[in-house]
């Protein structure tokens, strides 16, 4: 699933960051969820992703870039 991040996200933000040892973009997030796991969260307005690096996630990354785009072009 392909959403955006909520306050109760927090802790699985941080140790998302903490897994890739990067700090997540600022401003809303898209985030991609499954199993109620976050893999990766990406700037809803474009910019970098930070992803889980135990986890296989390039098309996790391009499928919330493309709906970062998709969201952008409908505002």
Not at 9 to 18: I, K
Not at 32 to 53: F, I, K, Q, R, Y
């Amino acid at each position: 699933m392909i959403r955006y991040a909520l306050p109760a996200d927090g802790p699985a933000l941080t140790r998302l960051e903490q897994l890739a040892d990067r700090r997540l973009p600022r401003g809303p997030l898209l985030v991609a969820e499954t199993d109620g796991e976050l893999l990766a969260a990406a700037s809803a307005t474009g910019g970098g992703a930070v992803t889980n690096p135990f986890r296989v996630t390039l098309d996790v990354v391009e499928l919330i870039e493309l709906r970062a785009r998709q969201l952008r072009a409908a505002a």
